[in-house]
């Protein structure tokens, strides 16, 4: 007997809804962004460059990764990067997902350094931030085929990305 009310009250409660998300007092967020807790750096040597070089090049990102910890340690007074993780030989692939689980897969023409970081709200710097210091730090490494920076949660990578090869001109 109460039909026609019930229908109507379900009405305005949907308009009021619709309402708050409208105004912007409401705020929906699909998929907010979560600080990561790890900075990542992959290399890939050419087919068939000999282990000793893939060494050369992890043995610059592991050194770019020291002395950005002593640097951040050094200028925020407190420790910022928890543990570095350098694989050669190899790659290392899982670490900090959602999905747990880490694989290994060798190849003597790739290396990765995995930087921990500590939590993102004890952290005075972005995840974001440490990536593009330590890709400075680093400087281009021009034997390399390929070499990725990482810093985000899920490893899904950009929206957009753009990588261009070729011989080197400059």
Known sequence: TYRYLTFGIAIAFMFMAFSLIESGRQRVIFF???EPDAVSAFIEM???SPYAATE????RLESAA???AADLEATYDSRVIKNILV???GRLSGIGSLGGGVRFRADEATASVQLELEPGTDRPISAAQIEAKC????????AAKDVRYRANLL????DVAFNQ????HL
């Open 32 to 34: 907010p962004t979560i």
């Open 46 to 48: 050419p087919v068939g």
């Open 56 to 59: 050369r090049a992890a043995a």
């Open 66 to 68: 020291y002395d950005l």
């Open 87 to 89: 694989t050669k030989g």
């Open 135 to 142: 890709r400075t730090l680093t400087g281009p490494i021009k």
């Open 155 to 158: 490893g899904l990578g950009s």
């Open 165 to 168: 090869t070729g011989p080197d």
